[in-house]
């Protein structure tokens, strides 16, 4: 059975720093997209971040050049690590794995992504 355990979130003042991480039960980071997506009250759920088997990530505009998506495959975890938190970034954060027919770029909006955690909530106070 998949299973996705994300943690690592907390509340935090503007501008600081957390680090998210997600372990994978069941299955092997090794082949597939993995992904970090939010989502705020309210809101629908939107990309974050992702990366590829390869190490190559995309970013959405909101988080560019403030988060850092990373794995490690030989721990089944991913990290994302977020700075010069936001107010606005203040959403519940979850990772996903996508498992399906190999594609060129991770897709960067939810809906493909068949795989979830249970979210961590990242609250930033200003």
């Known amino acids: 059975q998949v299973q996705l355990v994300g943690s690592g979130g907390g509340s935090v003042q503007a501008g600081g720093t957390l680090r998210l991480s997600c372990s994978a039960f069941?299955?092997?980071?090794?082949?597939?997209?993995l992904g970090w997506f939010r989502q705020a009250p309210g809101k629908e759920r939107e990309g974050g971040a992702t990366i590829d088997s390869d190490g190559s990530t995309s970013y959405a505009d909101t988080v560019r050049g403030r988060f850092t998506i990373s794995r490690d495959d030989a721990k089944n975890t991913m990290y994302l690590q977020m700075s010069s938190l936001k107010p606005e970034d203040t959403a519940m954060y979850y990772c996903a794995a996508y498992l399906g027919p190999r594609v060129t770029d991770c897709y960067t909006f939810p809906q493909p992504y068949n795989f979830w955690g249970q979210g961590t909530q990242v609250t930033v106070s200003s």
């Open positions: 069941g299955y092997s980071y090794s082949s597939y997209c």
